[in-house]
């Protein structure tokens, strides 16, 4: 899909706090596949997380950070984690289930190519 609309649409992944920080509650899949990062303290750190993630995930697009309250992810429900598609007015045209068993790409890309089309 972002490869299809790159040019028409503006993607992004919103870096929400860390739900398994190395500091708070950790899964035995981190510790297995290396994943130990601690809370960050600072935007700084939170940046740094964020691009370390979209780097080694290879994702084509930018990161956003969330505040430290969480504002983000508190409004919109974004953990575990979720897709949306949000609409030229703001509003959320597309919303998943939680991923990624709940991701249903199809119901995004319909919505994608339902606003581009119909886009002045």
């Not at 870096?15 to 398994?20: F, K, M, N, Q, R």
């Not at 935007?43 to 995930?57: D, I, K, R, T």
């Not at 508190?74 to 709940?102: E, F, M, Q």
Request: hydrophobic share 40%.
């Amino acid at each position: 899909m972002f490869e299809k609309y790159k040019d028409r649409v503006a993607f992004f992944v919103v870096c929400i706090l860390e739900a398994h920080a190395s500091d708070a509650w950790q899964t035995s899949a981190n510790l297995r596949d290396k994943v130990v990062i601690a809370s960050p303290t600072s935007f700084e750190e939170q940046g740094e997380v964020a691009h370390s993630c979209v780097w080694n995930l290879k994702i084509p697009f930018p990161a956003v950070l969330d505040d430290f309250r969480n504002s983000t992810e508190t409004a919109h429900t974004g953990w575990p984690d979720r897709l949306y598609v949000i609409n030229r007015d703001g509003r959320i045209a597309c919303k998943s289930n939680p991923g990624p068993y709940g991701f249903k790409p199809a119901e995004v890309a319909d919505t994608l190519a339902r606003l581009v089309e119909t886009r002045p």
